[in-house]
């Protein structure tokens, strides 16, 4: 199976969401006290009666005037996505082919629902893409704009829980060849800033290619999934990042019949703002 990008090439005069080329497809001790915090403290409250929701948003085709090509493999990532956030005991709901109108409308009513019963929110979003921005099937819109739906000043009944975004889609035209090396409790009133408790974990860096397997999907779904299965419930959620890390840093190579991108190497990066451990178990 080869490998593909989410990006194409193109002018950035051609379209307003373009800076650089792109587009999907080529993816003890011591003294003793009495002051020893109660682990509480550190770790984010799961005793809700619901998980959360995880929106999936899946788009694979696309309108012909975004230039954008067919995401083949996407599907097995909205599969794999859908199976593993369901065992972990979230309530899925999938979208596929959305406009940027739709993307924008979906997550603005899913923002504004109450998910006081809920211990946290995960979003998996999966389409074409180029640094800031994120592709509907008519055009592009900036993430931030569907981010900051979800803030703690727009989203109330969020406040203080995880909220989680996974993004697999190109954040420029940035190729990695690689390189060879030697083997809050509810009884107080706290003020919380309004950007707390979001994690962001992109496919690839700023500026960078994301590759997609037109069989198995991308490597950054897929790894994520894996992890997640093997790890979601007994690992901390940066612990099981920093395997999807490694496993897509050094088990992936593409394969593809386009000069200069065969070989290339990829690695995911993780934004977080979360303030405590999130552990998936209650």
């Given amino acids: 199976m080869s490998d593909s990008v989410d990006a194409r090439q193109v002018n950035a005069k051609e379209d307003p969401c373009l800076k650089d080329a792109g587009g999907d497809q080529t993816d003890a001790g011591g003294d003793q006290t009495d002051a020893k915090p109660r682990s509480d403290d550190f770790q984010y409250n799961m005793n809700y009666p619901s998980m959360g929701q995880c929106v999936i948003i899946n788009n694979k085709n696309f309108h012909k005037k975004t230039g954008m090509g067919v995401r083949n493999g996407t599907d097995q990532d909205a599969k794999n996505a859908m199976e593993t956030f369901t065992n972990l005991g979230f309530k899925i709901k999938i979208t596929n082919d ?5 993307m924008r409308d979906l997550l603005t009513k899913v923002s504004r629902e109450d998910h006081s019963k809920s211990a946290m929110f995960v979003c998996v979003l999966l389409s074409h893409g180029d640094d800031g921005n994120i592709y509907g099937t008519d055009g592009c819109i900036e993430l931030k704009q569907l981010f900051t739906l979800f803030r703690g000043d727009r989203c109330r009944s969020l406040v203080g829980k995880p909220k989680l975004f996974f ?5 420029g035209s940035d190729l990695d060849g690689g390189i060879e090396a030697d083997s809050v409790s509810e009884e107080n009133t706290q003020k919380i800033p309004v950007e707390a408790d979001f994690l962001y974990a992109y496919s690839t860096p700023p500026g960078y290619y994301s590759w997609r397997n037109v069989g198995n999907g991308s490597w950054f779904i897929f ?11 007994q690992l901390e959620i940066m ?3 920093t395997r999807v890390n490694h496993k897509v840093a050094l088990e992936f190579k593409s394969s593809s019949n ?11 990066c993780i934004v977080s703002m979360l303030t405590k451990e999130l552990y998936f178990s209650k």
């Fill in 98 to 102: 959305q406009t940027v109108s739709q």
């Fill in 167 to 171: 993004i697999q889609a190109c954040r």
């Fill in 223 to 233: 790894s994520l999934c894996e992890m997640l299965s093997k790890y979601g419930k």
């Fill in 239 to 241: 612990q099981i990042m």
């Fill in 258 to 268: 386009l000069p200069g991108f065969d070989g290339m190497k990829q690695i995911p």
